[in-house]
């Protein structure tokens, strides 16, 4: 181990030396908090608003779950207590018990050639590596704001980090600081390795990047939109929402992702109920899609058997898939054959029901043993599974149980959670078409959303009470909800931070953008001010009616804008025919370079 650290070293210094630190921040740290100065533009609050790790749990991400080479040791990253439990799957026996810092969030976890694994920290903005033998951490080192999913490189002994502020961070496994980071788009989630090629999904538009081996941009897949879908009608169903992306036994990849209708819909009660693309689906579906680059993606079955999937594992002869899905009305683990999924999924009749499920308690990863058993992680109670015979191995860990994070992951009658729309509490980037309304952007629940009432575009919903009661008991089919849960779902959504700005490539012109911000002239401030950057008042800026106006919190994570989606970035904003003109703020005056300045302080928001 010790000549493996040398040997990492010199390789690090000799990368380091030939790329020229390419990309590398200042000191390597992580991003800090960037403060706006002047009248009501304070620092961004996190999480509880106390500047301290909330003390509701985050929402399920899914891809904590690792067993390692080996075959027998599992390591499970629990973000909800921020720990890493080792565990000896022959004996079921808990080996280590890792202790992270609160608000850490250890996600992802990959293991390199000499067996330490890798986590990464969301909420510590880190990587972390363990020396799994020993139940010790090696090393702590800053990524990123916002770290989602990573990768090892056997061939380079690299692991890679796709980071949602659109960064793709890439440091040797045995030590030292980033060797390289490539700017990408933003919304990044996980990264696969194909030989000398590098692959990495974007989030909420379930895109795969392809990137050459020096980090280069090659192409863009796209999945293909679903059509002549339906049981009653022909419907048409968008990808959306990539939750996890791995790669196959024998080469290609799998992603597990949604499909949105794109269709009106009903916002009559139980209107979210469509029952269009297959019997038991909603406006929302997962589907798993087979990818084999160059070969064209097809349309993959609709999953007619899952709500709210959030992890997939794929089995080592690649010939069964098992997901997790927390809000499924059919059992916490569904088990179909690759053939069920690996197939065209196009027309009428193309869901897959053949399934097998198993009830495990709230399960948010998945995985396989070398000997094809599946093992599952629960997040309450702290426990791994090992299906087919759903025995569990408890872990010590503390509860975490929390009424509302039950309530934003449970499936409605119409097989649809809120979590189906609102992905980690965030939002899925679309624009659906409401009957009577028409283009609507879901709009983020991130950063307090409880100070920001009244909700919806339009104003028309006075406070979390009225929104569950027509939202989720009505158009999504939801059961009758008392006070107290209505209570406890406004208070963990509360407690969801906003995602934090990466750092500013240009520092001077974010400075010179926030004092164009804040210029009385220019206009901004008349509105977005305050802690949410938004004085929720109902305005006409000319763009198509009243709405209400925006918190601008985290607004670079948040494309697209308005809310018709028609501004694809923040500069289209500005330049587009969408934005409102010189009802939106008095903008016309400024110069391109100008423009530039401001977007790169609303970046940093």
């Known amino acids: 181990m010790e000549t493996r650290r040398v040997l990492s070293a010199v390789f690090s210094l000799q990368l380091l030396l030939a790329a020229g630190c390419a990309g590398r921040t ?5 991003s800090p908090e960037v403060t706006h100065p002047g009248p009501d533009l304070p620092t961004r609050p996190q999480g509880n608003g106390t500047g301290s790790p909330s003390s509701e749990p985050p929402p399920i991400s899914g891809g904590t779950l690792l067993v390692q080479k080996d075959g027998v040791t599992a390591i499970a990253a629990d973000p909800d207590r921020d720990r890493v439990w080792i565990v000896d799957l022959s004996s079921r026996k808990l080996l280590h018990e890792v202790k992270l810092s609160p608000g850490d969030q250890p996600g992802r976890v990959v293991e390199d050639q000499a067996g330490w694994v890798h986590v990464v920290l969301r909420g ?48 040797l496994s045995g030590g030292g600081d980033a060797i390289r980071t490539v700017h990408l788009d933003r919304d990044l989630r996980d990264v696969v390795v194909q030989g000398n090629l590098l692959y990495v999904s974007r989030f909420r538009s379930a895109e795969l990047l392809q990137l050459a081996e ?27 929402v990539a939750w996890r992306v791995l790669a196959l036994p024998g080469g290609g990849m799998a992603m597990l992702h949604q499909r949105a209708q794109k269709e009106s819909v009903s916002t009559k009660p139980g209107g979210y109920n469509s029952f269009g693309m297959c019997k038991g689906a909603g406006i929302v579906h997962d589907a798993v899609s087979v990818l084999r680059p160059p070969a064209a993606p097809r349309v993959a079955p609709a999953l007619g058997a899952t709500t709210g999937a ?62 094809g058993h599946v093992v599952v992680q629960s997040r309450e109670p702290s426990a791994l599974y090992f299906l087919p015979d759903a ?23 119409s097989f649809i959670a809120c979590v189906s729309c ?78 934090r700005p990466s750092i500013p490539a240009d520092a001077n012109a974010a400075d010179r953008g926030r004092q164009i911000f804040q210029d009385s002239s220019v206009g901004c401030v008349s509105c977005h001010s305050g802690p949410q950057l938004s004085r929720s008042a109902l305005v006409n800026v000319g763009t198509g009616g009243t709405f209400k106006v925006p918190s601008l919190l985290a607004v670079g994570h948040r494309a697209p804008y308005l809310h018709d989606g028609c501004a694809t970035g923040l500069r289209d904003r500005f330049s587009g025919t969408c934005g409102g003109g010189e009802q939106h703020g008095h903008t016309q005056q400024l110069a391109a370079s100008q423009l530039d300045d401001l977007v790169a302080y609303l970046e940093t928001l």
């Open 124 to 171: 510590g903005g880190a990587l972390l590596s363990i020396d799994p033998i020993r139940g010790a951490i090696i090393a702590r080192r800053p990524v990123c704001a916002e770290p989602r999913g990573l990768a090892y490189d056997s061939a380079r002994d690299v692991i890679h980090v796709a980071c949602a502020g659109g960064e793709l961070v890439s440091f």
């Open 422 to 499: 609102h992905p980690e509490a965030g939002d899925d980037g679309r624009v659906w078409q409401f009957d009577g309304i028409g283009a609507r952007r879901t709009q983020n629940l991130r950063g307090g959303v409880l100070s920001r009432a009244p909700f919806h575009w339009s104003g028309d919903i006075s406070d979390m009470t009225q929104l569950m009661h027509d939202v989720f008991v009505g158009r999504m089919g939801g059961g009758p909800l008392d006070a107290p849960a209505i209570a406890g779902i406004g208070h963990w959504l509360n407690a969801q931070p906003a995602l």
């Open 26 to 30: 200042d000191e390597g740290g992580p």
């Open 214 to 240: 020096d980090g280069s941009m090659q192409s863009r897949l796209t999945l293909p939109v679903a059509t002549g879908l339906g049981i009653k009608a022909p419907i048409t169903a968008v990808p959306s």
């Open 310 to 371: 959030v992890d997939l594992a794929v089995s080592p002869d690649g010939t069964q898939v098992v997901m997790a899905t927390p809000g499924s009305v059919f059992g916490g683990v569904v088990r179909f054959p690759m053939t069920d999924i690996d197939r065209d999924g196009a027309g009428p009749g193309s869901c897959a029901f053949s399934g097998q499920s198993t009830n495990v308690p709230s399960p948010i990863a998945v995985a396989y043993d070398l000997s």
């Open 391 to 413: 025995s569990p191995i408890s872990l010590p860990g503390a509860s975490v149980a929390s009424a509302g994070h039950e309530l934003f992951h449970r499936p409605t009658q």
